[in-house]
């Protein structure tokens, strides 16, 4: 059988990636390490499954020679008895190592920076890109998930022009990414005296963190400036310069933090952000492949793709990518995105399901 091919292919592969891990030689390599280590414990649960699965078939074959060798009819009942609890066991494990086979995003495990800037729609635009905030927050504390917020430009009549944060947790940007594209809002402004349904839009960019291992950054190509921090309509906040601005020459991304007093740590936070900007440009390519396969994936690097419209007079949340329409606005926005980015999840799955797994 293939599937059990692959898996005697992935259990030998484990081992050896076990022995190189105690290897000196591969020790005093940070870098190969730490990536051996992320592929150890990313192989772990498939051989845990293949070996109860590989058990499970074992004792159907020993099953059957006894059916076919006893003559006892007591000893044949029995072993009947015990094929017909295995042949369940035998299903279910099949189907969990299909699911474990998918292929995963590498970046699922990472923690996140999120960046959300109000588009079109004017002041209540900005609104929105607030309300899109809050409703990230709730549903962060639900999955226990800390939230550090980078930078804010605030906006005119309230929300935000634009906020960058970062999202830290256990599997952070595998379950974030979908949240990437442009999210649309129908609804009465509250700037609209005459009653009027208007619609915005604020887009929503997650990037995967990337650590120092997979992003090398070069001083000599770094441009850093300080400035004083500022509140709304440029009132001084402090008088020291402890906001950073980085430039990075090469590609002209350009970020800056000025989220805390201390210039170290603003510092800190807007590496953080490049990093992050320089590995997606990197990242982008892959999604862009994937992304041809599966809609689901917005993570094409298509910042203009729309994704989910809010519509406040019916009530109602559609995820375009899936053609998902939920009559549970308010506790959407509550934060209650669990079930909605599940069902993102099982499409994905089903497509990846479907194009890469071989019989």
């Known amino acids: 059988m293939e599937i059990l091919d692959k898996l005697e292919s992935i259990k030998n592969r484990w081992i050896e990636i076990g022995n190189q891990m105690s290897d000196p030689g591969v020790m005093e390599d940070m870098k190969r390490y730490v990536q051996l280590n992320k592929d150890y414990k990313d192989l772990e649960p498939i051989v845990a499954a293949y070996n109860e699965y590989r058990n499970i078939l074992d004792s159907i074959d020993n099953t059957k020679e006894i059916l076919n060798t006893e003559k006892d009819p007591e000893f044949r009942a029995m072993a009947k008895e015990e094929l017909d609890e295995l042949a369940p066991k035998r299903e279910s494990w099949e189907e969990k190592i299909r699911m474990l086979l998918i292929p995963k995003d590498p970046q699922d495990t990472k923690n996140s920076v999120v960046e959300i800037r109000a588009g079109t729609g004017g002041d209540e635009a900005g609104i929105f890109a607030g309300d899109l905030f809050r409703m990230y927050q709730k ?27 970062e999202v830290n947790g256990e ?49 000599k190509d770094i441009r850093k400036d300080t400035f004083c921090s500022s509140g709304p309509g440029g009132q001084s906040v402090n008088t020291t310069y402890s906001a950073i601005r980085l430039t990075h020459i090469p590609s002209g991304i350009v970020v800056s933090c000025q989220d805390e007093k201390s210039q170290l740590k603003n510092l800190a936070k807007a590496m953080k ?16 492949e994937m992304a041809t396969k599966r809609k689901t994936m ?43 980015i599940e069902k993102l999840q099982m499409a994905e799955n089903a497509e990846r399901l479907k194009d890469n797994f071989v019989e």
């Not at 504390?141 to 634009?162: L, M, P, R, Y």
């Not at 990414?177 to 999210?183: L, Q």
């Not at 952000?273 to 862009?288: I, M, P, Q, S, T």
């Open 171 to 219: 599997g952070v940007y595998g379950i974030m990414k979908f949240e990437s594209g442009v999210h649309r809002v129908q609804r009465v402004p509250k700037t609209e005296t005459q009653g009027r349904v208007h619609t915005s839009a604020a887009s929503v960019v997650v990037l995967p963190e990337a650590d120092e291992f997979e992003i090398e950054l070069n001083d």
């Open 139 to 165: 549903f962060c504390e639900t999955q226990k998930w800390k939230v550090d917020v980078i930078s804010v430009n605030e906006g005119t009549a309230g929300g935000f022009k634009e906020i960058v944060f």
């Open 273 to 288: 952000v490049l990093r992050a900007r320089l590995f997606e440009l990197e990242h982008n390519k892959y999604l862009a």
């Open 298 to 340: 917005v993570s094409s690097g298509d910042r203009s793709a729309k994704i989910r419209t809010y519509n406040w007079p019916q009530g109602r949340v559609t995820d375009h990518r899936i053609n998902l329409t939920m009559y549970n606005l308010q506790q959407v926005i509550d934060g209650d995105l669990l079930e909605m």
